[in-house]
């Protein structure tokens, strides 16, 4: 049974898997990792193999911790991959987006593939029909636009998402929503369109926090998946077990 440990600059996300099977998912505060590490493996004493993604430098306190009660593989730039990485420079490749696409390689493997993470940025991971990961794009996701136009303008304000938006916004609250759902989809859709003329039956999937607001949105024939990061930093902890 394994433990994901993905680590974020505010919260962590916790899994439990058993194999390839999502079992449960939980957030925590990185304050309080350590009594729901407790809870978790009082829930599931079999957890014996743990994972560990982080976007924070120093995770030792919590690496401590895992290494106390499971055999721990820390994600780095060295960890080994099931996939060709073809990245220019992979020891700047985020964590998140190196999860991304193991879990495209486990369940696309044969497949040219794109894969859309909306959270706080927007990636574009892309892996071919050869198993191998090109790259792709970043892009300011949705709470970043928001927040762009108010920092960055005299007198617009800062307003929260609402997804209920006319395309021609009738006022400013709502022409920002319209500039920001609306840009964004489009942007979205004109990738995929981009990526469809250069790659023959491509699979598009999207994930991250802002799935469910743009996936309403984009009007090309996409995969909706929220677990994808999870399930892939599980398929990189079975992978390295039998390394």
């Known amino acids: 049974m394994n433990l994901i440990v993905d680590v974020g600059n505010s919260s962590v996300k916790l899994a439990v898997f058993q194999d ?15 009594e729901k590490f407790q809870e978790i493996k009082k829930d599931y004493p079999q957890i014996a193999f743990s994972i560990l993604s982080s ?51 486990l369940k696309f493997q044969n497949k040219n593939l794109l894969i859309i993470d909306a959270g706080t940025c927007i990636t574009f991971d892309f892996k071919n029909n050869a198993n191998e990961y090109l790259g792709g794009a970043i892009s300011p996701g949705l709470q970043m636009r928001l927040k762009a136009l108010n ?4 007198k617009l304000p800062l307003i929260d998402l609402d997804e209920n938006v006319p395309l021609i916004g009738d ?24 990526y469809k003329a250069d790659y023959k039956y491509l699979t598009v999937i ?12 984009v009007k090309n024939s996409i995969f909706a998946n929220p677990n994808f990061l999870l399930e892939g930093l599980n398929y990189i902890l079975e992978f390295n077990k039998t390394q």
């Open 20 to 34: 390839y099977k999502l079992l449960e998912s939980y957030t925590s505060s990185i304050e309080k990792f350590f």
């Open 55 to 105: 976007v924070i430098k120093d995770t030792s306190e919590l690496e401590i911790i895992l290494e106390k009660e499971t055999k721990l593989f820390v994600l780095n730039e060295s960890t080994k991959l099931p996939f060709k990485n073809n990245y220019a420079s992979p020891q700047t490749l985020g964590k998140d987006r190196l999860a991304l696409v193991a879990a495209g390689s």
């Open 151 to 154: 920092h960055f303008t005299a």
């Open 171 to 194: 006022s400013t609250q709502n022409s920002i929503l319209s500039g920001v759902l609306n840009g964004a989809s489009a942007e979205l859709d004109g990738i995929i369109d981009r």
């Open 206 to 217: 999207l994930t991250g926090g802002d799935t469910q607001i743009l996936s309403k949105r």
